[in-house]
Structures are given as C-alpha cells and as structure tokens.
C-alpha cells in the first residue's frame, strides 16, 4: 500500500500493518491530516482541526510501539465530536456561547481513548448541544455529505459521520440521544452504534438530556466499532448512571454464526409511506441474514407512535436544566455591558444560543412549569415506560430488533429548517431506542437511485452490545456496501 | 401599638421553622473537594462543583450517613429509597443553574424534636428532613462595580429540617432551634454557627384567632442569623400581624428580611413574584438506596442524645435539674465532666468547678466555638485532683481557686502547684493558735470593741490570721480556734 492511500485503512486494517510495524502512527496521522486538509474546506466535518496534538500524540504512540506497547487504537487517527471535552483544546458543543471555551479537563471517554493511543485530529461540527437532525444547527458551519455536497450528513453527529464516510480518518465518536449518531451514519454510509445507556461514561460529554445521551463510536466497518467501543465502555466512578459490569470482547466474538438468531421486525416501523427504497433495503437485508440462518419474525411495539412527543417533552425538560449553566459567569462568552443581572443572562443568552437551541429550552422549561408538569413531563416519563415494557416483552422472544435508521435517505441542504416538526420526524425510528436505553447500531444495506446510502438499524438488549455487533458483521462480511467509495475519493 | 398581653389573648402563634444545618463532612457532597470554611476564595474548587461543561455530581457517602444520623435522633421514618432533584433558578452563586436537592421523596419523614417551654415540656413534630448542596457566596462592593462569586462553599451537604407549624412563641422557637443544634452538635454532624451560616433558620410566621382552626396568611421570614435575631424577628412579626388585623388590613403571602439594625421586617418578594423552581428528578443521580443494614450501622454508633444524658445525669450524679441541663448542653461537656467524676467520686463538687471556672474559661479563650472541645484549660483528671485535694482538707476551698488559675496558666498539676508554693493547709491546732495569739496581741483595743458587742469584728480577725498565713489557715479550724480565744 502507498503512503498515499493510508487514509483509506479501516481500523483493524491500519492496526494490523502498525502492529507489523510495516507503516507507523506519523505516517497514518499525515496521511489523515492530509486528506483533512484537502478535503474539509469542502466538507466542513471538523470545527477545530489539531494537526500539532495529533502528530504529538502520532510520536507518541510509535514509541509506546517501540517500548513493546501494543494495542487495537493506538496510533489509530480519530476525530472527536465538539461536544466531548479534550484538554487544553477548545471545546464548543457547535454553539457560540462556548465558541472561547478550551476544556479544563479530558471527559473520561477522551482520556480512554488517549490512554489506548488513539491520535485525536480535530473536533468534529455537531448541531449546537447535540440538538438537530442535519448539523445545520450549528453556530459555526454546515457540514456536507461526502455522498453529494448538497446534502446533509445528518445529525447531530454530522461531523463524525462525514469525516469516517470521506476517509479523514479512521473512527470518530459521536454522542446519540435521540438518534444522533445513527441517523448521520445511515445518511453518510458508516457503521454506528448507540451503546445501552449507562455502558460508556458522560463524564466530560456537554450534557443535552441526560437520562438519553450516550456516547458511541463511528467507523467504516463493524470491526472498527466494536474495537472504539471495547475501549470507551466501562464503569466510570465520575458517571454514577454508568454501571459497573464486565465490558465483554467485541472483537473476538465478531464471527459468531448468526445460525438460528431470532431476529423481530416491527411492523410500526414499516408504516405506509416510507420511502420504498428504504424499505426495500432493509427487507433485503433481512432476507441475508435469514439466508444464514437467521429466523425473523414481525413483532409490535405498540407505543412507538408516542415516542417523539415524549422524546420532546423530557429531552427538552433535561436541556432546559443542563443549559441553565451557561449564563456568562463562569465561562464562555459573556454579553458584559449590561444593565444589571437579569440584562446579562438574558443578552448572553439572547446571544449565545441559536434558534433551535433556544426553542427546545423553552419547550422543556413550559412542561416543568408548575401546573403543567403532571401533564407532560409526567405523563411523558410514564409513556417512556411503557415503551421500555414493548421492548422487553419482544426481547422475551427475539435476540435483536431490525428496521431502518431513517426514513428516508439524506435530505437537501435547508429542506427541514423551516419546519422544525419534519426535522423531528428524521428520528421516527431511533428515538424510542433512546427512550427505552437500549444498544442501537446503524450500517449501510445499500444505495438509493439518487447514490445515497441506506442506514439499518440493528436493536439489542440492554448490554448485549456483542450480539448486535455479531449481527452486523455477519451481515458486513455477506455485502460489500461498506466497500463503496465516496466520489472524492473515486 | 399593640401589647404582647393583647396579643396572647386575641391571636394564636402559627410558626413552622426550615432549618439548614451544613454537615461537617470533610468533602463536598458531589465532589471530592474539600468542604472546610475559610480556604481562600476558589481554592476549593474543581469541574463538579464549578459546573464545568460536562461535568457530573457523585454521591458523597458520608454525608448520607450525617442525615441518617440526624434523622434517627430525631425519631423520623428513613426512606429506604429516595431521590435527588433539581431546583431550578438563576443566580450567581448557583453555578449550575439548578440546585441538586430533595423534593417529593426525601430521606427523612416525620420526626420529632422534645423541647422545654415555660408551660412545661413540649413535642415539635417534623414535617421532613431532606439533603441538598449548599450555594457558593456572591460578593458584593469588594472590587468597584463588579461583584465576585467564591465557590468554595458550593457544594458543602445541607440538611434542610422542616418542622410542622406546632411553634407558638418566639420562646418556643428559639427553644426549638437551640434543641436541634445540640442535638446536632451531639450527633458530630453539624458545627451550629449561625453567624458563620453553618446552622440558617427561616421562619414561616402567621397568626390566627385564637380558637380558629383554619391557618392564616404566611409570611416568610428570612435573615436571621442568631437566636436572639430569630426571637425578635418572629416577636415582630406576629406584632405586626395583629396590627394590620386590628386595623383591618389583609395580610399578604410574602417573603420579609429581617433588619437587625432597624428591628423590623421588611418585604422582599410577594408570592406572585415567588420563584418556579421547576423540579424534576435528578437524572444524573440513581435513587438513594438506604438500606435496613445501612441504618443499623449507623443506629449502633448513635451517641447518647442530649434528652437521655440530661435525665441519666440527675439520677446517677444526683444533681439539680439545672445542672444535668448545663452539663449536657455539649457532648464535650458532658464528656469531660463523666470522665472527672470517674477519677474522684464527688458529683456536685466537680459539677460546680465545671459549671463554673471550666466553663468560663472556655468562654474566655473562645475554646467553645470548636465543634468538638479538644484543647481543654484543665484536663478532666486534673480537675479531679484538685477537687480531691481540697476535700481531704489538703488545701482551702479558696486556695484551690488560686490553685486552678494556676493549674489554667502553666499546664502543671495541682499536686506541684501546692507543693511548690507551699500552699498545703495548715490544720495543725498549735500552729494556728500561734498566729492566733500574734494577730489578738496586736489589736488590743479592736478586741475591746469586739468583746463590747461589735460582732462583725470575727470578720477582721479571721482576716488578719488568714493574711499571716498566707491564706492556709484551716478556716474551719480558724474559726474555732477563733472563737475559743475571743470569749476566752
């Protein structure tokens, strides 16, 4: 392989030649810097870009190397999501209000991964705090789809999801609440997981509702996923909501047969409608895994119906509590010249935050209003667990869930910024996920007429991270939809 | 203007009291920062309690085992699961825009607090106990125009003690207040100053016709920051209240501060303006979970509580109601006096010294604004011998006084002291009839007006022989001695 082509290394595969020493983590890093810089002035996937840090920390793993350390990530070139903090590097959550903010501390999940030798390359642009479907809600920039530049990658995670689809570099981390990092994969044709919420720490990770979010890697094949995701996952005593139990090996049981896996298709997630290419795609996607083996059956969850206007009354409820920090005192930008306290808060805030933003903390602060909170944000937890109870009673017979990731493809550039309920309705089929903590992986299963990929969407219980990922790879090895090339890089 | 007596007669006290004890743990209650007072401004600071981006709260143990403890003393039901919520408004000192409390399931339910009141001994029931994280402190006119914040004390564990509305006097609330912070102070969680802010007393003041069941308007009062300013502020309070009845006037719900220079309350907020604090559960937070191993453990190391010490006091010590109160109104107290009885058997005697010389003395080097007393004036066995000394007529009561300056100002015990300073007692007969016959030879005609009737004479005499003594007379022995001689 050429110097040139580093950039087109998976994980496992730029692992194997750096473990042989037959290439070295400076090499790698250059090669992604490179094609950072060739390619991001289109793309717009990172916000801070850390050539210095990246080629520091590329040193840095290559004598690690040479003291005899070993290891999947290290040398391994990765982008970071704005929103998960990195030490002494700015840190912005896409939201102009922490547009000055260097990260005092490394979240947990960063330092994991610094600790394995992964090589941070830049922050990648998000929604401002994780709030969208397109990353157009971001302060500082519009991301595009590798796949066609006049398309979103989705989001709020865009920036991960267009930096591994356009080959800048080998993995990234998102953060999904609501679908954040499984939505922009299946738009920009990655692999995605959402692990079960409380499998990998928040500590460190800008909080937008914290009963939702969790952090979660991206790559171009399953194999560099379950690699990122046996690093970050783990019990962490600065997160109490993570949970203390064995992290299993994603990798080595990756070649399990998916022979007799019983697998639920739910029919509300088939609803008239949809696009026919995407239902297509998944159902033939399917129909591969039965070919192996595999046993489907269509399963109901009956509440599915309710899980957006849930997902909006308490992810807004939290956001509204988790962005009441940001008032100018301590940090970020502060509108100083004001006449008094209450003049300050609100010109910071008038300022800081974007329209989106601003919309859900007024949601979520109305439906914990006193008089108003039995009827929504009560009844709206209440909804959750009924949606949790549709889950655990098809997980009573089904050892994962399929369905698409989105409903449709990736939409054009400004499409559903002026109609924020269609913007919502991007995230129809992994909200509930969310809702009920369970994982969620998101892979191609093909293209659309236009050349876009389709996103599948794979559910397992909570904690069986490896049975998802045996699914996927199963599926991965029996297609070649991961292989497909972006036109830049054609 | 409206006399108290008018006041007794037309209207019935309601007051219910919120109390914020600060715990003395030695770290923050979601972080591991240290939660002493007095460290420079921001030096105990970290991600959590600065609300850093991202940052997340993690329970502190101990300050769970604290609440345990004072919900026990105070006889509340222990919830073996409750939960954490925000309490959600702006301010400065509030760096996260929400505070991490207790709401609508707290750690403790119920309870009771037995206090004395001049009608006789009374239950004040609780309404709850909850745990939450105390604000940092907004600084003001220290630095031109602009106002500071010190984080250092976000983050210290509150205990927030709500009573039912059973207050019916400022006595009866001070009683209250001064109850619950030895209980407090027994139990090691709490320091009680108020002027430091570690103990905080709100009010919630109004006033009914007396025989009316149905409560009247509320008021808040706040900004009390000692007992005495708790007792006027409520003594004002319930004064005004019955004037703008009698005069009348609606009372509005509303919060009042109190101003201690002026002696007055004054509105702060009404009730239309009162804050949405919008709670929710605490997401970041699982539910406490306590359970009935956790609550025995920490039932076991219960100390003895101030009630049980007070009544043990006068029957095994056989002292004056008066006494077993004062000994026992700190668990150093009590401590020292137990272990100084231990070592000489006399009661009363040692109950004396400590009330007294001990006692003050503490006072006087500020030794008693320490939680727990451990630097004491005189070490409780020492106090023993001396008390020892003077009652097997070793030294005079009087010189054991000089005795115990002494014993205060050089640390040395009082058996050196006396030796030393020759101030053993002299209780031989033929030595004090000498200085006897010295001071009567010398004052010829005083025991002439003494014999002709001028009584108060003995005074003098027993003054001259104690001074030729220097102070060791026996005076027992003197004054008999004394006597013989004169009508001789």
């Known amino acids: ?490 | 203007m409206i006399s108290d007596e008018n006041l007794q007669m037309d209207y019935e006290a309601v007051i219910g009291l919120e109390v914020h004890a600060e715990l003395l743990t030695e770290s923050k209650v979601f972080c591991g920062c240290s939660a002493k007072f007095g460290a420079p401004p921001n030096q105990n600071t970290c991600p959590v309690c600065l609300a850093m981006p991202g940052a997340l709260p993690v329970l502190n143990r101990r300050a769970v085992e604290f609440a345990l403890r004072a919900g026990l003393a105070a006889h509340c039901t222990i919830a073996h699961e409750s939960r954490w919520a925000r309490k959600n408004y702006f301010y400065p000192d509030l760096p996260k825009g929400y505070q991490i409390s207790q709401y609508e399931l707290p750690i403790c339910l119920g309870g009771t607090i037995d206090i004395e009141t001049d009608a006789g001994p009374k239950t004040v029931h609780l309404t709850r106990i909850h745990m939450e994280e105390d604000t940092g402190k907004n600084i003001h006119d220290a630095h031109g125009d602009a106002s500071l914040v010190d984080f250092n004390r976000c983050g210290v564990p509150l205990l927030e003690i709500v009573s039912e509305p059973d207050i019916h006097s400022a006595a009866e609330a001070g009683a209250y207040l001064r109850k619950l912070r030895t209980i407090l102070q027994y139990l090691e969680i709490c320091d009680g100053n108020m002027e430091e802010g570690s103990f905080r007393c709100d009010a919630n003041v109004s006033i009914r016709q007396r025989g009316a069941s149905a409560f009247g308007t509320k008021v808040e009062v706040k900004n009390m920051n000692s007992f005495r300013n708790v007792e006027r502020a409520i003594e004002y309070e319930l004064t005004r209240q019955a004037q703008v009845l009698d005069e009348g006037g609606r009372l509005v719900q509303e919060t009042r501060l109190w101003d201690p220079d002026r002696e007055v309350t004054r509105s702060m907020r009404s009730k239309e303006f009162a804050h949405d604090y919008r709670y929710f559960p605490e997401p970041d937070l699982l539910p406490l979970m306590v359970s009935e191993e956790w609550i025995a453990t920490v039932r076991r190391a219960m100390p003895e509580l101030p009630d049980a010490r007070r009544q043990r006091f006068a029957a095994q010590y056989a002292l004056p109601a008066y006494d077993a109160d004062v000994l026992t109104m700190r668990k150093d107290v009590a401590d020292y006096y137990e272990e100084a009885v231990r070592r000489y058997a006399n009661p009363k005697a040692l109950s004396n010294w400590v009330m007294g010389d001990v006692l003050r003395v503490l006072k006087e080097r500020k030794l008693d604004t320490a939680l727990v007393i451990h630097e004491w004036p005189v070490a409780p066995e020492r106090l023993a011998a001396l008390v020892e000394l003077i009652d097997s007529g070793e030294i005079s009561g009087k010189i054991g006084k000089a005795v115990f300056e002494e014993m205060v100002n050089t640390g040395k015990p009082p058996v050196d002291i006396v030796a030393e300073q020759g101030l053993t007692q002299i209780s031989d007969v033929s030595s004090i009839e000498a200085a006897i016959d010295d001071v009567l030879a010398a004052n010829a005609t005083k025991i002439a007006e003494y014999r002709s009737g001028k009584d108060k004479l003995f005074g003098f005499f027993v003054g001259q022989v104690m001074k030729a003594t220097q102070g060791k007379a026996n005076p027992q022995k003197l004054n008999e001695l004394l006597k013989a001689k004169l009508s001789a």
């Not at chain 1, 979010?213 to 600065?238: E, K, N, S, W």
């Not at chain 1, 698409?404 to 924020?420: L, M, Q, V, Y």
């Open chain 1, 1 to 490: 392989m050429s110097m040139a082509d580093l950039h087109r290394l998976s994980i496992e595969q730029a692992s194997a030649l750096l473990a042989s020493k037959a290439i070295s983590s400076v090499e790698l890093t250059r090669a992604a810097l490179r094609r950072i810089h060739a390619t991001d002035a289109a793309l717009h996937s990172f916000i801070t870009i850390t050539d210095d840090v990246a080629l520091r920390q590329a040193q840095t793993a290559d004598d690690r190397r040479a003291r005899g350390d070993s290891g999947p990530l290290l040398g391994i070139p990765v982008g970071i999501k704005d929103i998960i903090l990195t030490q002494g590097i700015r840190t912005t959550a896409g939201s102009k209000i922490l547009g000055n903010f260097i990260a005092p501390y490394d979240a947990t999940v960063t330092r994991q991964l610094l600790d394995a030798g992964a090589v941070c390359v830049g922050k990648l642009n998000c929604d401002e705090f994780a709030m969208g479907s397109s990353t157009e809600n971001s302060a500082f920039q519009v991301t595009r789809n590798p796949w066609d530049l006049e398309r979103v990658p989705g989001g709020s995670s865009g920036g991960s999801a267009s930096a591994v689809a356009a080959l800048q570099c080998l993995g990234t981390l998102g953060t999904d609440t609501g679908g954040s990092i499984r939505q922009p994969a299946a738009c920009c044709g990655v692999v995605g997981i959402k692990p079960t919420y409380g499998r990998v720490s928040r500590y460190g990770v800008i909080a937008y509702a914290s009963s939702l979010d969790q952090v979660g890697p991206m790559a171009r094949t399953v194999a560099g996923c379950a690699h990122m995701l046996r690093v970050i996952a783990g019990y962490d005593t600065h997160d109490s909501t993570s949970v203390n139990r064995p992290v299993p090996d994603y990798v080595s049981g990756l070649g399990e047969s998916v022979n007799g896996l019983r697998i639920g298709i739910p029919r509300e997630y088939f609803v008239e409608g949809m696009d026919p290419e995407v239902e297509n795609a998944v159902r033939a996607a399917v129909r591969v895994l039965e070919q192996r083996g595999a046993r489907v059956t269509e399963v109901s969850l009956p509440h599915t119906e309710y899980a957006i206007p849930a997902y909006y009354l308490i992810a807004t409820a939290e956001a509204s509590s988790n962005l009441a920090r940001y008032d100018g005192i301590k940090y970020g930008v502060r509108e100083a010249e004001s006449a008094g306290l209450l003049a300050m808060y609100q010109r910071t805030r008038a300022a800081g935050f974007g329209t989106e933003v601003k919309r859900r903390i007024m949601l979520g602060t109305y439906a914990l209003s006193a008089g108003y909170y039995d009827a929504y944000y009560l009844k709206a937890q209440k909804v959750r667990t009924l949606i949790r109870r549709d889950f655990e009673q098809v997980f009573a017979t089904q050892d994962v869930i399929i369905t698409p990731t989105a409903p449709t493809t990736a939409f054009r550039i400004g499409e559903k910024t002026a109609d924020p309920l269609q913007m919502y309705l991007s995230d129809i089929f992994t909200i509930s996920i969310n809702l009920a903590g369970l994982p969620g992986l998101s892979m191609p299963c093909g293209f659309d007429k236009a050349g876009l990929p389709i996103g599948l969407q794979i559910v397992g219980r909570p904690f069986d991270e490896a049975r998802v990922f045996q699914a996927a790879y199963a599926y991965e090895q029996a297609t070649e939809w991961h292989l497909k090339r972006v036109p830049s890089d054609q």
